[in-house]
């Protein structure tokens, strides 16, 4: 088209001498100028945006630079007060040896460092050295090893290594039984704060699943030692204890309620055995034409099985509404003893009753669907 356009170009330019022909070949030429115009400017425009960078401020927007994480000067501080208490203890090991008694306070402190820091593996294998030093040095029922003993429970609860958690915590509830009185308030502050850690476990079934007959026998010996304790309380006219110590042995009921009322077959162990050896006898052709009596053992279901197993749980879900009608009278008797101290705590004694009383007629209704169970 552009040759088209220029061949008529040419042959104006031949005939320029009439003013038609003039007029008419400067309209062609601005057709063509426009023409050619329309043609370039795609190319332009692509060389153009071929030449720029691609990571260049024309082609792509910069993001704005993010501005640096505040250092906290709190944490600063702790990790240089670990990193000053490793080197402290590496010369108090390299001077003195592993087991001088003066690296005990060294390996206490780093440990707390290492914990506000949630370093808690190397909190746990401080406080581990910490641990073996103290017994090592004051012998293995030392006061030295519970403040030691209070960090490795705080490590390994950071690392959810709750069988650790339960070791340590058995092993100081175990120290405090050696050491204390068990008419002393230190003796009781133990028990409870064993008690709110293996409460705590059964809740969340750390330790176990639900129905376990370990677990509900270690929370039957926690009511023991309870009721040991509540005789103690009692005599010391100290009401505030007292109710703690009631409540904590009712919140035991209740776990054990619970327990008891999630297991199966596989948690009971009647004094039947599940299966029993019986003879069976057929007659059977002797070859002859004639006929043969043949006996031999075999072993088969025992129906009494089911029915001791159904008895078992039964009992024990009679003996554990028993034992919360057993701690709901002692309430009773508290509030009769200790009236001004209830007033104040009204909506709490009423609710504890209540739900005594909600436990005790679900095991009931347990009970009784126990009695036409088919296992």
């Not at 007029?23 to 115009?37: W, Y």
């Not at 069988?163 to 405090?176: N, Q, T």
């Not at 072993?299 to 749980?313: E, G, I, K, L, W």
């Amino acid at each position: 088209m552009i040759q088209a356009i220029s061949s008529q170009l040419r042959l104006l330019s031949v005939s320029r001498a009439t003013p038609l022909a003039a007029s008419v070949g400067r309209a062609l030429a601005v057709l063509l100028v426009s023409f050619l115009a329309l043609q370039t400017l795609p190319a332009i425009a692509q060389s153009q945006s071929g030449d720029s960078e691609p990571g260049s401020a024309e082609s792509m927007d910069v993001p704005e630079a993010e501005a640096p994480p505040e250092i906290d000067p709190e944490r600063l501080q702790w990790e240089r007060d670990a990193a000053g208490l490793v080197a402290q203890l590496d010369n108090l090991t390299n001077s003195l040896g592993l087991y001088d008694p003066s690296l005990l306070e060294v390996q206490r402190d780093l440990g707390s460092a290492l914990l506000r820091l949630d370093r808690h593996q190397e909190a746990a294998e401080v406080y581990a050295r910490a641990l073996q030093l103290a017994r090592v040095t004051d012998g293995l029922y030392s006061a030295q090893q519970l403040a030691v003993l209070d960090g490795l429970i705080a490590a390994h609860s950071g690392l959810q290594d709750w069988g650790k958690v339960d070791d340590y915590e058995h092993l100081r509830f175990s120290l405090a039984t050696h050491q204390q009185d068990p008419q002393s308030p230190e003796y009781i502050d133990a028990l409870l704060a064993r008690s709110e850690w293996q409460l705590q476990a059964s809740r969340h079934n750390l330790l176990s699943r639900p129905g376990n007959d370990f677990q509900i026998r270690q929370l039957h010996d926690l009511n023991l030692a309870h009721e040991q304790a509540l005789a103690t309380a009692s005599e010391q006219s100290d009401p505030a204890l007292h109710w703690e110590l009631l409540d904590t042995k009712l919140q035991t009921d209740i776990e054990i309620a619970r327990h008891v009322a999630y297991q199966g077959m596989r948690d009971i162990f009647p004094s039947e055995p599940r299966y029993v050896m019986q003879t069976v006898c057929r007659m059977v052709s002797d070859g002859n034409g004639g006929a043969q009596r043949v006996c031999w053992q075999q072993r088969v279901s025992n129906p009494d099985f089911y029915n001791s197993a159904a008895n078992q749980r039964r009992h024990e879900l009679e003996r554990t509404r028993a034992n919360l009608l057993t701690t709901r009278r002692e309430m009773e008797q508290f509030m009769v003893t200790h009236p001004d101290f209830v007033s104040q705590r009204s909506d709490e004694v009423n609710n504890r009753l209540a739900q005594i009383d909600q436990v005790v007629s679900e095991l009931q209704r347990e009970a009784s669907r126990a009695a036409f169970r088919s296992w």
